[in-house]
């Protein structure tokens, strides 16, 4: 006994390969029979996977961009966000280290009428970059006059916003010493996105 099968919806023979809801007509194709049935097939969007997506649990301030290489089991493209554009940021497929602070970078794939959506998070730490402060030699030694002395620091990377505090001998915070004597001078980088100190000894000479 023969069988035609007729998707309504399609009006086709061939099998529905698309997600959807059909109806299907089944008629049978004898000369001493007849017959018919109908009955609806639903196909459900597929689930999908992000593979390949990976970053390292941490990075230094100043490192260059990383590739975000995660792909979509589907083949569907895949595209990426950031939960803190201060600290890192999506340019296409890189991402772009800004800031210093924790991240989470979020593999996206919208999906579509055949392939249900699918994503995957990935937490990344930015660390402070090491720099350098020296002081100017110079000012180390001076010469007492009455009055307040300073000792500048120079930075690398350059230009960054340097901290000194100055202590004498009883380990006593002196903004500006005045006083001949010996002092500690402690330079701290105040900036998030890097580290460093240095220590030093100011000697101011009668």
């Known amino acids: 006994v023969g069988l035609t099968l007729v998707t309504r919806n399609s009006g086709s023979h061939a099998p529905p390969i ?3 809801t059909y109806v299907v007509e ?3 194709n004898d000369p001493n029979y007849t017959g ?4 609806t097939l639903i196909i459900q969007p597929a689930s999908q996977q992000i593979q390949g997506f990976s970053l390292p649990a941490s990075v230094m301030f100043g490192s260059e961009d990383l590739d975000l290489s995660g792909t979509a089991s589907s083949g569907l493209p895949v595209s990426y966000a950031s939960s803190n554009t201060n600290v890192a940021r999506v340019l296409d497929d890189r991402l772009q280290i800004v800031g210093v602070g924790e991240v989470q970078i979020t ?9 249900e959506s699918v994503q995957a998070t990935r937490s ?7 720099a350098t402060v020296v002081f100017n030699a110079n000012d180390l030694r001076q010469t007492y006059n ?4 300073t000792v500048a620091a120079i930075t690398t990377p350059p230009g960054l916003a340097v901290e000194t505090v100055c202590r004498d001998a009883s380990n006593t915070v002196v903004a500006n010493p005045i ?7 402690l330079a701290s980088i105040v900036d998030s996105r890097y580290s460093g100190e240095a220590t030093a000894t100011l000697i101011i000479e009668r």
């Open 26 to 28: 089944a008629t049978v």
């Open 124 to 130: 990344l730490a930015v660390a402070p970059k090491e």
């Open 36 to 39: 018919s049935a109908e009955a």
């Open 107 to 115: 593999a996206i794939q919208a999906g579509d009428a055949n392939w």
């Open 18 to 20: 698309d997600a959807g």
């Open 146 to 149: 009455g009055n307040p002395r």
């Open 179 to 185: 006083n001949a004597g010996a002092y500690e001078v």
